[in-house]
């Protein structure tokens, strides 16, 4: 079984600060990992993923996340934070490639990005 | 590219009505679509995943006779809430894959469709 913990329900940061969202997974064999935001009453949107190769991954909007595989680790960060981006931010892990059933998403963070 | 609608975005609909709600992939064929129900301020619980021209394999728990999910093309996936009740009430989000034997895992999401049972 695979699984996602997001520990923090609710991030806040200052605008122009820079902001980290934790995600770990628990997964058989290699993890493919992805960032959604989701703005309310709104379908998810991917921000990044990662599947081989750089730890570093770079995304949409400015958003990065590091893979860390010693600390089943995947956050997400962003060096200067913008109001524009508090949203519900969810961590995803698919353990199987080339299976498109197998994605499983964490609780989400609220991340709120204070003026 | 890579772009899923939903329909309705919201209804509302008296108890023990049947809901039909669409999912297309409007710029490319879905042989794989997946059907979330999220609960406020909750994450997405995956309730079936669907595939072209096959039934629908649904997660354990949920309702088949329910939740009728039918993939007849490789556009459009629909999901039919029958004899909806007030605790059927949430955010229906689905989502599609390109699939195929070196499937590109990524689903894009639709824009969900909130569903009131009155």
């Known amino acids: 079984a695979q699984s996602v913990a997001q520990p923090e329900d609710q991030v806040n940061v200052a605008e122009g600060n820079p902001l980290t969202v934790k995600c770990t997974y628990s997964v058989s064999g290699n993890p493919y990992l992805f960032w959604y935001v989701q703005y309310p009453n709104r379908g998810l949107q991917f921000l990044l993923k990662y599947i081989t190769g750089d730890n570093l991954v770079k995304g949409s909007y400015g958003f990065e996340a590091e893979f860390n595989k010693s600390q089943t680790s995947f956050h997400l960060k962003k060096p200067s934070a913008l109001v524009s981006d508090s949203a519900l931010y969810f961590c995803?892990?698919?353990?199987?490639?080339?299976?498109?059933?197998?994605?499983?998403f964490g609780s989400g963070t609220q991340l709120t990005v204070l003026p | 590219g890579a772009v899923v609608s939903q329909h309705p975005s919201r209804v509302i609909c008296k108890s023990g009505t049947s809901v039909k709600i669409e999912c297309r992939s409007l710029?490319?064929?879905?042989?794989?679509m997946f059907w979330y129900r999220q609960f406020p301020k909750k994450s997405l619980m995956l309730m079936a995943t669907?595939?072209?021209?096959?039934?629908?394999?649904?997660e354990q728990g949920v309702e088949k006779d329910k939740f009728l999910i039918n993939h007849a093309s490789l556009t459009l996936s629909t999901l039919t809430v029958t004899s909806a009740h007030p605790e059927d009430s949430s955010f229906y989000i689905c989502?599609?894959?390109?699939?195929?034997?070196?499937?590109?895992?990524?689903?894009?999401f639709g824009p969900g469709t909130r569903l009131t049972v009155l």
């Open positions: 710029d490319f064929q879905a042989t794989t």
């Open positions: 669907s595939n072209e021209g096959s039934k629908a394999t649904y």
């Open positions: 989502s599609a894959t390109r699939g195929g034997t070196s499937a590109y895992n990524e689903q894009f």
């Open positions: 995803a892990v698919s353990g199987v490639w080339g299976s498109a059933r197998q994605l499983t």
